[in-house]
Nanobody, 124 residues
Framework: VQLQASGGGLVQAGGSLRLSCAAS????????MAWFRQAPGKEREFVAA????????YYTDSVRGRFTISKDNPKNTVDLQINSLKIEDTAIYYC??????????????????WGRGTQVTVSS
């Protein structure tokens, strides 16, 4: 599967963005899907995931209540709605896919497919 993330941009603190990850080559219903982010000088960080079997959602604590991950099977996309943006949310955001496991993980090394990132910059 090939993934392409889009929707990033420059936004003021408190604003919102909607990121989208479009897939080609396979259907996303076969994959656990996740969003990660990487800020300058920091390691790639798990943000959110959705389980392929039942759509169960997972979030890291710092984004829970502000971010929402969703999957649109007919469109073959996974979106990340980001609300109440904070300066510390500034990062490159990546979507990732994992096919073989029945368990969702927040470890980047477990994901086999990655899209190019999309930059989110939050200003004060």
């Amino acid at each position: 599967v090939q993934l392409q993330a889009s929707g990033g941009g420059l936004v003021q603190a408190g604003g919102s963005l909607r990121l989208s990850c479009a897939a080609s080559g396979d259907t996303l219903s076969n994959y656990n899907m996740a969003w990660f982010r990487q800020a300058p000088g920091k390691e790639r960080e798990f943000v959110a995931a959705i389980r392929k079997t039942d759509g169960l959602l997972y979030y890291t604590d710092s984004v829970r209540g502000r971010f929402t991950i969703s999957k649109d099977n007919p469109k073959n996309t996974v979106d990340l709605q980001i609300n109440s943006l904070k300066i510390e949310d500034t990062a490159i955001y990546y979507c990732a896919a994992e096919k073989d496991s029945w368990v969702v993980t927040g470890r980047a090394v477990e994901y086999d497919y990655w899209g190019r990132g999309t930059q989110v910059t939050v200003s004060s």
